[in-house]
């Protein structure tokens, strides 16, 4: 079945750097844009970043641009969060989403802090 699993979580300063990736298996990754989105405390599901599937396209949301870098490697199945100059307000729990044809699939999510 179709699983994606995050890591990369954790606790960093404001104006730090954190990684996240998204392993995916049981579906034909090349085949799909990948996306994450993020959930901070008390608040709605915000779309965050998206590829497509051979990575030709790359989209982000306004609160993110020029501060995330998203990109994956369809040999591993991955899909990569490189967050940089990070914000109090960028703590959520961060989601990895696949669209596939049979739906939408997400992850279980791995919480990034941003605090001094």
């Known amino acids: 079945q179709v699983q994606l699993v995050e890591s990369g979580g954790g606790l960093a300063q404001p104006g730090g750097s954190l990684r996240l990736s998204c392993a995916a298996s049981?579906?034909?990754?090349?085949?799909?844009?990948m996306n994450w989105a993020r959930q901070a405390p008390g608040k709605g599901l915000e779309w965050v970043s998206g590829i497509y599937s051979d990575g030709s396209g790359i989209f982000y949301a306004d609160s993110v641009k020029g501060r995330f870098t998203i990109s994956r490697d369809n040999a591993k199945n991955t899909v990569d969060l490189q967050m940089n100059s990070l914000k109090p307000e960028d703590t959520a729990l961060y989601y990895c989403?696949?669209?596939?044809?049979?739906?939408?699939?997400w992850g279980q999510g791995t919480q990034v802090t941003v605090s001094s």
């Open positions: 049981g579906f034909t990754f090349s085949n799909y844009a």
């Open positions: 989403v696949g669209i596939l044809s049979g739906g939408d699939y």
